[in-house]
């Protein structure tokens, strides 16, 4: 019998805060005003999963909340997922004990459990096509794949986990074909469902996400990931090595004084992009609105179709949010003193 939703909150941002900003103090979780969860009439095993971006105002209420990705475009579903985020209230970031906006990235998943069974075990069926399809990949029979990861996908992947080992082996499959884009959106999904992995295995997905931060010369990610792996469950770190890929990131960084991205819109209609620096160049063709999202202050900055923008020396952990219609090219160059 079908019980219900049940919805989890995971942090994906370790922030620190510098000397410059000692008087700051983030926000914190006060209360889930939610009556109850969102329910369904179908009997699915299907999940979702979003990450958002989104606003705690000065009053503790998040706003401006935006889909950056998920596992599911549908219009009910997203919706019905912003409406329960707003209902859930904090205590607000302070500067000088002045409540202020502070932006924040989200990991929101929707998890079904029923009355007799748990969703959270992986199908025997699901687990048959997964052991053949990775067989073929390290046999290099790679012709029948596609196939299978797409009978996988629409027949097998239902809940976080089988969703999470979907992502894994078709990142597999796409590093064995050379398919780099590809491969780096499922080995970013893979990372995002990391809790829903075995230990090694999610330790294998965090590493590999981390390397490909690092082909990207995206090193506001890379630190992220690199902070995230305390969290993975059995994971025992040496701190020696941990400090030396820290460490490594970091003169990657500096020496890397000048770098360029060229990216798109998501089907989503946004382009959220972290920030390494703090000069920014920005060409682009017509977008909606651009916005600087950082974890001690929000700006607008005014659209046109070169931008030249420098961020306040305060700010710390910031990205720009674009608003815009999918596929609209963007550039960015980076450029100036570190801000990670």
């Given at each position: 019998m079908y019980k219900g939703l049940i919805l989890s909150l995971s942090w994906l941002l370790t922030f620190s805060v510098s000397a410059n900003s000692s008087s700051f103090t983030p926000a914190l979780f006060k209360e889930n005003t939610n009556k109850k969860y969102p329910t369904s009439s179908t009997y699915s095993r299907m999940e979702q999963w979003f990450k958002l971006s989104y606003i705690i105002g000065a009053n503790g209420t998040p706003k401006d909340i935006v889909?950056?990705?998920?596992?599911?475009?549908?219009?009910?579903?997203?919706?019905?997922?912003?409406?329960?985020?707003?209902?859930?209230?904090?205590?607000?970031?302070?500067?000088?004990?002045?409540?202020?906006?502070?932006a924040h990235v989200l990991l929101f998943r929707r998890d079904i459990s029923f009355t007799s069974n748990p969703n959270d075990n992986v199908s025997s069926s699901f687990y048959k096509r997964y052991n053949k399809i990775n067989d073929l990949i390290i046999k290099?029979?790679?012709?029948?794949?596609?196939?299978?990861?797409?009978e996988l996908r629409e027949k097998n992947a239902k809940n976080m986990r089988e969703q999470a080992l979907l992502a894994w082996v078709s990142a597999f499959y796409y590093f064995k074909n050379k398919d780099q884009v590809n491969y780096a959106k499922q080995i970013e999904q893979a990372y995002l469902l990391r809790e829903n992995m075995a230990t090694k295995i999610a330790y294998k997905a965090t590493m590999s996400w981390f390397e490909q931060s690092l082909r990207n010369k995206d090193y506001y990610e890379a630190i992220k990931v690199l902070r995230s792996l305390s969290n993975i469950k059995g994971l025992k770190l040496e701190k020696?090595?941990?400090?030396?890929?820290f460490n490594t990131v970091i003169e990657l960084a500096k020496q890397q004084e000048?770098?360029?991205?060229?990216?798109?819109?998501?089907?989503?209609?946004?382009?959220?992009?972290?920030?390494?620096?703090?000069?920014?160049?920005?060409?682009?063709q017509a977008v909606k609105s651009v916005e600087l999202r950082c974890l001690n202050g929000i700006?607008?900055?005014?659209?046109?179709?070169?931008?030249?923008?420098?961020?306040?020396?305060?700010?710390?952990?910031?990205?720009?949010?674009?608003?815009?219609?999918?596929?609209?090219?963007?550039?960015?160059?980076?450029s100036g003193a570190l801000n990670l």
């Open positions: 889909i950056i990705a998920s596992n599911d475009n549908r219009e009910s579903i997203k919706n019905d997922t912003i409406k329960y985020l707003k209902n859930i209230s904090y205590q607000p970031a302070t500067i000088n004990g002045q409540a202020i906006d502070s290099d029979q790679l012709t029948k794949v596609p196939e299978l990861l797409i020696s090595s941990y400090e030396q890929s000048q770098q360029t991205y060229k990216k798109s819109i998501s089907e989503f209609g946004n382009l959220y992009h972290q920030l390494s620096r703090s000069n920014l160049n920005i060409e682009m700006e607008q900055i005014p659209v046109s179709n070169q931008i030249t923008y420098q961020l306040p020396d305060q700010y710390r952990s910031c990205a720009l949010l674009f608003l815009g219609s999918p596929n609209t090219k963007i550039k960015i160059t980076e």
